[in-house]
């Protein structure tokens, strides 16, 4: 059973940092690829980046280069989420999902059979 949870959010001005982190209990973590998306208010859900089930390639989004950092720790069945630099357009709802028995990531939403419930962050201008 995959039970993906979300952890981290929070409120932080513009220019802070947040570190999410997405957890599953499961005894097969590493054999998953996780994504991370998130919906802003009134927005579509958007695919944030991804990280392969042992962690040696990710991937993200050309809204977050540069600024957000995928890592995961399978021995401890984490995948964080470094958000640095953030700007009031990153407010939304992250989610994080798997794929399960995969090496790579996706950013293509549907491809993702579990998903978390997700955690809100907020930047304040």
């Known amino acids: 059973q995959v039970q993906l949870e979300e952890s981290g959010g929070g409120l932080v001005q513009a220019g802070g940092s947040l570190r999410l982190s997405c957890t599953d209990s499961g005894q097969t973590f590493s054999s998953y690829a996780i994504g991370w998306f998130r919906q802003a208010p009134g927005k579509e859900r958007e695919f944030v980046g991804t990280i392969s089930s042992q962690g040696t390639m990710t991937y993200t989004s050309d809204s977050v280069k540069g600024r957000f950092n995928i890592s995961r720790d399978n021995a401890r069945n984490i995948v964080s989420l470094q958000m640095n630099s953030l700007k009031p357009e990153d407010t939304a709802v992250y989610f994080c999902?798997?794929?399960?028995?995969?090496?790579?990531?996706?950013?293509?939403?549907?491809?993702?059979?579990?998903w978390g419930q997700g955690t809100q962050v907020i930047v304040s201008s």
């Open positions: 999902a798997a794929i399960l028995s995969a090496f790579y990531g996706s950013p293509v939403e549907s491809e993702y059979r579990y």
